[in-house]
């Protein structure tokens, strides 16, 4: 009875602070993307980059921006770790193998920060803070970008225009992203998060061995993890290490900044587009699929029972920290897939069938419950683009969203969107069971170890990060699969996107008129929560009936 009091009491304070941030933030991060004038560091970064900060650009040029800054990032990350041994603070480690380098840089460059490596015994702290929290930073900008790209070609006329690319990175990382991480980074070092520049150290365990432990700069790296829904973590452990995550309350404010931005973002498009209620009824989309996922999972563990656990231990306790329980896991499984973070708290692979088969779920909606940084917006407002073909369909009209026109070409952009990161999933998955080696990965056989394939393939295309386990994923082939599915998975779908705003903002807005469909009211909710559940439901059903479903009827 403690635990399900307490579970609710966690779940309405974690819904208090969302309602409480929604219109501030996202209000804030309006103005940061629409404001007139430069602060004047931000006019300094733009002298040393040479960049022309009055120049409006055209999408192909916005999106050659993000590839072009993304590619770098990538090479000097990868340069950053293949060097680690020559710099400072390196702890002695040993370059990072040159697969595993790229695994790595491709990860964090695309926001997913999926790790191949137990980060206390492989990067030294200057690649830690210079290398991988840099990119924590960036390349959540990147996300947020890009939608403010897409917003843009719903709210201008007659242009082929859709921002700077250089400007909108440059205030999200000034003006959001630092202030609200150094902040947070101070709170968590209260709760007792680690933050110094200790190197490894032996203590002497009760059983009397010796255990191995690293210091470093956590807290700050921890913040930033969380606020822009990275998910590396500091430690193997991630999440679940009382270093990252000390307690139950740097538990819960860690789930709160992983929705936080993401959450505020839907206030953010309704008032760039002037419309209030189209960001009220976005939210209440993200916030039906947030809501129904979390009750599903914390149902299936509380009431599945794993082999080691007994019925006298009160659900599915294998793979979770004492410290948190299964409502505080949950709650965090949930949070974690539904955004690109892939923090985790707890260990997935050892969830129920129903529970972890949610967390997979969670991620084939293209986590738009709220979703990454940014990239939740877009691929939610994609969807909708699909949800208002669908209608314009079922009544006989022309579609229109926002004043604008849905035609052929509109609607190839969204449909190669929704189409790019299943096939990734779908055909690393399958090539991956096709080969002898590769199956050998699998610590398990049968449904349950598909499904840790499936997991990987679907967190590592969805830029997620987080990891099923029970699969040995350091090897070349599964380094150099994993690394290329998140940059397809990543900038495919931003080449749409962009593409789409650029077809957008050339159009003349239409009046609105009896006939148009109202995508403020409960109908286009529901209508929308549905497009996306059928159509991931039917692109992911045969992959998900061989792995969790058929380990859950099992």
């Known amino acids: 009875m403690n635990d399900t009091l307490a579970g609710w009491l966690q779940i309405t304070v974690l819904i208090a602070a969302l309602a409480l941030t929604y219109r501030p933030l996202g209000d804030y991060m309006a103005r940061i993307l629409t404001a007139g004038k430069h602060l004047a560091v931000e006019k300094v970064l733009y002298r040393l980059g040479g960049v022309d900060a009055e120049a409006d650009q055209q999408w192909g040029a916005y999106l050659r921006s993000v590839l072009a800054f993304s590619a770098v990032c990538v090479l000097f990350l990868y340069g950053f770790q293949r060097l680690q041994n020559h710099l400072l603070l390196s702890l002695g480690f040993a370059p990072v193998k040159a697969d595993q380098a790229f695994n790595t840089a491709a990860s964090f460059v695309t926001n997913t920060n999926w790790q191949s490596y137990s980060g206390e015994v492989t990067m030294g702290h200057l690649v830690q803070m210079a290398g991988l929290a840099v990119q924590n930073f960036v390349s959540a900008a990147v996300g947020i ?10 709210t201008r006329r007659r242009t082929d225009r859709v921002g700077n690319f250089w400007v909108d990175l440059t205030r999200v990382v000034v003006r959001l992203l630092l202030p609200m991480a150094f902040v947070f980074a101070i709170v968590l070092v209260a709760t007792g998060a680690v933050q110094n520049f200790h190197g490894i150290h032996e203590i002497g365990t009760l059983v009397g061995d010796k255990q191995a432990l690293t210091g470093g700069p956590v807290a700050s790296q921890e913040a930033i993890k969380e606020l822009g829904t990275n998910g590396g973590g500091f430690y193997n452990a991630n999440s679940a290490h009382p270093f990252e995550n000390p307690d139950g309350t740097s538990n819960l404010l860690e789930i709160y900044l992983l929705l936080a931005i993401s959450f505020s973002l839907p206030r953010t498009f309704g008032r760039m587009v002037g419309d209030h209620r ?7 989309v993200m916030g039906l699929i947030w809501a129904a996922s979390v009750a599903l999972i914390t149902v299936n563990e509380l009431h599945s029972v794993s082999s080691t656990a ?11 920290e004492q410290r948190f329980g299964i409502w505080a896991s949950a709650l965090f499984a949930a949070s974690t897939t539904l955004t690109s973070t892939g923090a985790v708290n707890s260990f997935h692979d050892s969830f ?3 529970g972890g088969g949610m967390t997979i779920f969670n991620m084939m909606l293209g986590e738009i419950a709220p979703g990454g940084t940014g990239s939740g917006l877009y691929g939610i407002l994609v969807l909708a683009v699909i949800a208002v073909f669908v209608a314009g369909l079922m009544v006989g009209r022309t579609p229109e969203y926002l004043g604008k026109k849905l035609g052929a070409r509109e609607m190839k952009f969204a449909s190669l969107y929704i189409l790019a990161t299943p096939a990734i999933v779908l055909i690393g998955t399958g090539t991956a069971m096709s080969l002898k080696g590769e199956r050998a990965s699998m610590l398990n056989s049968g449904p349950h170890g598909f499904s840790e394939v499936l997991y990987a393939f679907t967190s590592a295309a969805n830029n997620n990060g987080s990891a099923f386990a029970g699969i040995g994923v350091n090897t070349h082939w599964y380094n150099t699969a994993l690394g290329l599915a998140m940059l397809f998975g990543r900038f495919l779908p931003i080449i749409f996107v962009l593409a789409l705003a650029g077809s957008l903002a050339r159009q003349q807005p239409v009046p609105v008129t009896a006939g148009t469909l109202p995508t403020h009211r409960p109908q286009f909710v529901g209508l929308l929560t549905g497009v996306i559940v059928i159509v991931v439901g039917l692109t992911y059903f045969p992959a998900l009936a061989l792995g969790p479903l058929a380990e859950g009827l099992h």
């Not at 189209?278 to 209440?284: D, H, M």
């Not at 007994?310 to 979770?320: D, P, T």
Request: hydrophobic share 50%; glycine share 22%.
């Open 310 to 320: 007994g019925h006298s231990a009160g659900g599915m306790l294998e793979g979770k």
């Open 145 to 154: 970008a890009v939608v403010a790209a897409l917003i843009r070609g719903f």
């Open 278 to 284: 189209q960001g009220y009824a976005v939210l209440a």
């Open 352 to 354: 129920s069938p129903g």
